[in-house]
């Protein structure tokens, strides 16, 4: 898919998440704002999304550093973060690239925005 930009999340926006291990969920639903104070250097998963269908996935172990997005359509997706933890209740996985896995219907996430202020850089758009 191509990137059509970056934008800033909010508390009941419709995301997908695509982890290296679980692959593309989509159905989530940003749920809190986990303003949590971050150190100076660092950036922090203020985000949490969940996937509320029964059973749904939001995210594996070692999904962490794959992409939050929204769908636009068209093979277009808007950034919305990286995936920094999974967390929430234990759901099954389905299927994922490595057999040993534990999946959850919750994603903690850094905010792109957040991401692209820290370190100074730009999305690509495709």
């Known amino acids: ?20 291990n ?11 704002n986990n303003d949590v104070p971050c150190a100076s250097q660092n950036v922090c998963h203020r985000w949490i999304a969940v996937n509320n269908n ?3 996935v939001a995210a594996a172990n070692t999904d962490s550093g794959g992409s ?6 068209n ?8 995936i920094s933890q999974a967390r ?8 994922t ?10 994603v903690l996430f850094v ?3 957040d991401i692209l202020q820290r370190w100074g850089v730009a999305i690509e758009k495709g």
């Open 75 to 82: 093979d277009r997706v808007g950034a919305r973060g990286v």
């Open 68 to 73: 939050v997005y929204f769908d636009l359509g």
């Open 1 to 20: 898919m191509k990137v059509n930009g970056a934008s800033s999340t909010y508390v009941g926006s419709p995301v997908c998440t695509n982890g290296a």
């Open 97 to 106: 690239r490595f057999a040993a896995s534990t999946c959850v219907n919750g």
């Open 22 to 32: 679980s692959g593309q969920h989509c159905n989530l639903i940003v749920v809190n």
């Open 111 to 113: 905010g792109i925005v």
């Open 88 to 95: 929430g209740l234990v759901v099954s996985c389905g299927n």
């Open 54 to 56: 029964v059973n749904g």
